[in-house]
């Protein structure tokens, strides 16, 4: 008899944001004629630019010839998109990563999913508070929860509250913890960390031998220069951390699917008799016998965004997000909205009016203004009352919806 993973049952409600296409999709089909703007999945809009085309179409090209076709790649990446990330993401802002700290992946989403697969079970995860929901959803996967509550809490996983009061930066847990999950600039809430802020979570995990999960998804949009792009500026950050990045909001690639994760030599797990072990040479075992690498095109095209052209063309698209995001944020609190995030990320979070639930708002902006967003409750109980608006929309389509939202009774 075949028998099933049980932790997969303990996923009581479907993933958040098939659950909010299921929603639209049934709107969308008993009101066929009404103009629905999406600003609810964080999907990008503009096309990629024209110095990755470029490199795109040619790696396609040179995969009809023989003297430059490419079969099997490297797992961990071609040389040189890993050199380019070190020596521009990393090594410019003075983190000591070398190209084989890097492994080129086809999503964050994957990745901050499948590293649990290297660690035991046993192993407590803390994680925010509003928080992406693959984080929890994947730990439970996993097998390191029980069961959830009825505010849909998992038993097993130490929750940390992001709220208001905290800046939605989260406090250290009282409880013995071993895997932290942190994403700045954050999703949902759009807060960012500071150096200070991020020295406390790395002297915790150098003192408690934990790791930290550090999601660094929309580090391109940050423009303070005080802000930390990598938990690596922090000193001792490379014997604790492993940083996840993607190219999907970077530079487009939702759709060409690119990204990396970044394992240093220093950062160390230990087997049941308390030998440490070193997590770089696990994923490598694990990267390079589930995933074949990506596509030799893509990664061509990513390389490109590295290039002088290729980085002011990247900054120009962050630029248009980031000034829809301001749009946003200053249309919103027109409206009467109290808001938060949309500077130095891409996502605007606000608190709803009149304590309305989540989802209630989501429900009455679809139908009344036919504006899609995203209910805080989605991504945690202390989401509740919070809702989350995404930035990669078209210009003219953040307009019009603030309007409408602006209009709203």
């Avoid at 703007?37 to 790696?59: N, Q, S, Y």
């Avoid at 928080?131 to 929860?145: E, I, L, Q």
């Amino acid at each position: 008899m075949a028998s099933i993973n049980d932790n997969y049952l303990k996923l009581k409600a479907g993933y958040l944001f098939p659950e909010i296409g299921r929603r639209v999709k049934q709107f969308t089909e008993a009101n066929p004629s009404a103009k629905v703007i999406r600003m609810g999945i964080g999907d990008v809009t503009r096309p990629l630019t024209p110095t990755i085309i470029k490199a795109f179409h040619e790696g396609v090209e040179e995969m009809a010839h023989f003297s430059s076709f490419k079969g099997y790649g490297p797992e961990q990446g071609y040389d040189f998109l890993r050199e380019a990330i070190a020596e521009y993401d990393y090594k410019a802002r003075g983190a000591n990563i070398s190209a084989d700290d890097i492994f080129i992946s086809d999503g964050s989403k994957c990745d901050t999913g499948n590293i649990q697969e290297i660690f035991g079970s046993e192993n407590i995860v803390a994680l925010g508070d509003p928080v992406y929901p693959v984080y929890a959803d994947t730990t439970v996967m996993s097998g390191k929860t029980g069961d959830s509550d009825e505010t849909g809490y998992f038993e097993g996983i130490v929750y940390m509250p992001c709220t208001e009061e905290n800046g939605f930066v989260p406090q250290l847990p009282k409880e013995k913890v071993d895997l932290i999950f942190l994403c700045f600039p954050n999703n949902p809430t759009g807060a960012v960390a500071t150096a200070s802020e991020l020295k406390i979570w790395v002297d915790y995990a150098l003192e408690n031998k934990c790791i930290i999960f550090f999601d660094a998804a929309y580090q391109a949009f940050i423009t303070d220069p005080a802000i930390p792009r990598t938990i690596y500026e922090i000193e001792g950050a490379e014997k604790c951390a492993i940083e996840f990045r993607s190219f999907s909001k970077t530079a487009g690639f939702t759709g060409t699917r690119c990204a990396f994760t970044v394992i240093p030599e220093g950062v160390m797990a230990f087997d049941k008799a308390g030998n440490p072990h070193k997590v770089k040479l696990l994923w490598n075992r694990r990267h390079t016998t589930k995933f074949n690498g990506v596509s030799y095109p893509v990664q061509k095209a990513a390389a490109a965004i590295y290039t002088p052209e290729g980085k002011k063309e990247t900054d120009e698209v962050i630029a248009y997000y980031l000034e829809n995001a301001q749009i946003m944020r200053d249309r919103l609190h027109e409206a009467g909205y109290v808001v938060f995030g949309g500077i130095n990320a891409p996502y605007v979070w606000i608190k709803t009016k009149n304590d309305m639930k989540s989802w209630d708002f989501f429900d009455k902006l679809l139908h009344d203004a036919n504006v899609v967003g995203t209910p805080g409750s989605g991504f945690g109980p202390s989401g509740e009352g919070y809702f989350r608006f995404s930035a990669f929309a078209d210009r003219e389509n953040v307009i019009e919806a603030m309007e409408r939202i602006k209009n709203l009774k």
